[in-house]
Each structure stands twice: as C-alpha cells, then as structure tokens.
C-alpha cells in the first residue's frame, strides 16, 4: 500500500461517471482526510468529481491535486445544512457533467458528552451536519440518479454509531447510527430506480479528523484492532470505490465497518492485544 502523503494509481473504475463529495476539502494536516481520499481516489479512477465543502481555499488543495493528476473535478461550496444548498449541489452536478451517478455523503462534525450533559446547541449541530444533512442531499440526489437511469449513495457513518466506543460522544454516535438506518430504509424505498445505498463506518482510522491525537493514544488505537496496524483514509476510500462502481451491482443495504475487525471481536478477544 502507498504511503499516507502519496497517491493512488490510477484506473478507469468510475469511467464515465459523475460524483459529488461532501466535505472533501482538505484540511493540510499530517494525514489526508476521507473526503480528500475519496474525491482524489474518484477522480484518478475516472469519475468527474464534484469537490463540495464549506471552505473553498480547502477545496481548492484538493481540485489543485486532481488537476496535477490528470482528472476532472469542480467546487460548489455548500452548507448541508441548508436545503438550497443541497439543491444546488445536485442539480449543479447535473448542469456540469450531464448526471449524478454517486454521491459520497461524507461531511461531519464531531458531538460531545453523555445525555446527562445533553446541551441542545450541540446536539443541533450534530445531528445538523451528521444525519439531516445527508438526508436533504439525498432528497436532491436521488431524484437526479433515478432519471439518468440509477446511481450509488454512499453515507459514512462510523463503528462509534454501530456500538458504544472509547468516547463520551452521544450526539454523534446517535447521528452516525441514524445514518446507518437511513441507508437501509432507502435501499429499500429507492432499489426500483436502481440505486444501490450502501454505508460505511469507519473505526480506528488515521486521518484529518484524528491529526491531533497524541502519539500514544494512536497507538493505543492500533494495538486494540485484530489486524494490530492503523487505518488511513485510503482504506475507507478504497471501500467507498468499490461501492461506487459497477463492481458492486449487486450490493445495496449494508452497512460495512472498515475497522481492521474490531467490531469482530468482543472486549476480552482482543484485550490482550495491548500487552504487546
């Protein structure tokens, strides 16, 4: 596998399809985010990428990388939580490259504190940004996917809505499980438009969203895994390719970790795993 800072090679896996990605700006830390991975990843394999995010000098590093790589990409800058913005965003793919035929629904933020220390602001904000979000851009998406013939919904959501983690992080947990239930309910209602909705949830990965870890909870992070090696950014795009080609024809409804198979093992399984 490549190094962190290097990238992909490239292919023709999403040949001919258009894609938006939702908070792929990058953040120009030690460690690549997912979106930046994922909109990259995309554009060297083909796709044209829709590079959507908040901050457009963040998607500007990452449009700059697919350019020097010989793909195509474009910025519409977009707030997830409002409606009009996730109109544009959909409709605004189709006006440029003709259709929408994935959509990553990536962007994120973070939500601290047990439901005892339920503090409603924060609790807006996550599930804002981690579940309403996504399902406006949906809302937007699938319409646009459902007449050019179908498409691919990708929603990361993470091992920390699936089961109880590390961190007293309630409002994005609940968030990120709701995003996972979301995916099985429109797998459902949308599968005759031929649009697969699959999910991903991440766990131990090292990326923008985990660059101001210490050392030593990075590593405390690794040993846990059954693997015993760190996730990258790479690893979930990697996955999230696969989901949005033609590969994956066949598969819609899961909701598949990318955690090194922590979520294989139970608590005592792998504490030993720390001794070493």
């Known amino acids: 596998m490549f190094e962190n800072n290097e990238l992909p090679p490239r292919g023709d896996r999403l040949a001919g399809k258009a894609a938006i990605v ?3 700006g990058s953040r120009e830390r030690s460690a690549p985010g997912i979106g ?4 990259v990843l995309f554009a060297r394999q083909g796709a044209r990428v829709v590079v959507a995010d908040m901050d457009e000098a963040r998607a500007a590093t990452t449009l700059k990388v697919i350019g020097e790589g010989g793909g195509e990409g474009s910025f519409i800058g977009a707030d997830i939580t409002r409606e009009e913005d996730c109109r544009k965003l959909a409709e605004g793919c189709v006006e440029r490259y003709g259709s929408l035929d994935i959509l990553v629904n990536n962007a994120g933020i973070a939500g601290s504190g047990k439901v005892t220390d339920y503090e409603e602001e924060v609790w807006d904000v996550a599930l804002d940004v981690n579940l309403r979000g996504p399902v406006m851009a949906c809302k937007y998406a699938a319409p646009c996917m459902a007449a050019g013939g179908g498409g691919s919904i990708i929603n990361i959501s993470s091992i920390d809505g699936l089961l109880a983690g590390a961190y007293l992080n309630v409002p994005y947990s609940v ?7 979301l995916t099985k309910l429109m797998a459902v209602h949308h599968g005759r438009e031929n649009i697969r909705v699959n999910c991903l949830a991440p ?9 101001g870890f ?4 990075r590593e405390r992070r690794r040993k846990i ?3 015993g090696t760190e996730g990258t950014a790479w690893d979930v ?5 696969y989901f949005a080609s ?3 024809r066949w598969i819609s409804g899961i909701v598949m970790p990318v955690d090194g198979g922590l979520l294989a093992a139970t608590p005592l399984a792998v504490m030993g795993n720390l001794g070493e």
């Open 22 to 24: 939702t908070g792929a």
């Open 36 to 39: 930046y991975a994922m909109a």
């Open 175 to 181: 968030a990120k499980g709701g995003l996972a239930t």
């Open 203 to 211: 766990g131990h990965v090292h990326a923008s969203f985990t660059a």
């Open 214 to 217: 210490a050392d030593e909870e």
């Open 225 to 227: 895994g059954p693997l």
């Open 237 to 241: 795009a990697y996955a999230a390719l």
């Open 246 to 248: 033609d590969e994956a």
